[in-house]
């Protein structure tokens, strides 16, 4: 069973450029959820996506866009790259038709905007 | 709304020594409780959860934490520290029956002195 992954695993961008990150979720799972951690932070809840909606939104400017795709895999955009946007970008899938929806990890995507 | 305190963003202690690290949370809702650990340069990988039972849950490496509902506390701790958890801890809830954003506290750190 493969686990959750994410490419690239470090980016460098310069500010107000674009960025497109992408995750493919663990076999069987139905929903994947984003989440920023800056450095000497606990991970911030970004969005989730159920069945290719978007599923709930934390405090992020409209500037962070999402997709998810039909094989449920999917990609967080940012635009307009802020120097605060520097962080590790962290997805998690997991499969809400169960009773208990465990998000498992995968490794990241560090992003550096200069 | 939850929130989730650590109360220790740092915490040095002698490999074989016990150490306890202090999570306190915050909501108007039942919650699911959890510790993940992060090892150096990895993704989250989720240490052990409270669902519901006995509230006293142990992980596969000696790691064991109590869920006290009248502090809302979930302290995790180990009677024997090793080199190898030398990690970020973060702990971590998501509403009862929800299945949406996890709230993580900021983390601390475990250095293990030799």
């Known amino acids: 069973e493969t686990g959750v992954t994410q490419s690239p695993t470090h980016l460098i961008k310069t500010r107000g450029q674009q960025v497109t990150l992408r995750c493919s979720s663990q076999s069987g799972h139905n929903t994947v959820s984003w989440y920023q951690q800056a450095l000497g932070q606990g991970p911030q809840f970004i969005f989730q996506y159920y069945r290719e909606e978007e599923n709930g939104r934390g405090n992020f400017p409209p500037r962070f866009s999402g997709l998810q795709f039909p094989n449920y895999s999917s990609e967080l955009n940012v635009n307009a790259l802020e120097l605060d946007d520097s962080a590790l970008y962290l997805c998690a899938s997991s499969n809400r038709d169960h009773s208990y929806n465990e998000q498992f990890f995968g490794p990241g995507t560090r992003l550096t905007v200069l | 709304a939850q929130s989730v305190t650590q109360l220790d963003s740092q915490v040095p202690v002698f490999e074989e020594a016990p150490v306890e690290l202090r999570c306190n949370y915050s909501s108007s809702v039942s919650v699911y409780l959890f510790w993940y650990v992060q090892y150096p340069n990895q993704g989250l990988q989720l240490l052990l959860k409270?669902?519901?039972?006995?509230?006293l849950v142990e992980s596969i490496n000696g790691f064991e934490a109590e869920f006290n509902k009248s502090q809302t506390s979930f302290h995790l701790r180990k009677p024997s520290v090793h080199i190898s958890d030398t990690a970020e801890y973060f702990c971590?809830?998501?509403?009862?029956?929800?299945?949406?954003?996890?709230?993580f506290g900021k983390g601390t750190r475990l250095h293990i002195l030799p």
């Open positions: 971590a809830v998501t509403r009862m029956n929800r299945d949406d954003k996890i709230i």
């Open positions: 409270y669902l519901s039972g006995s509230t």
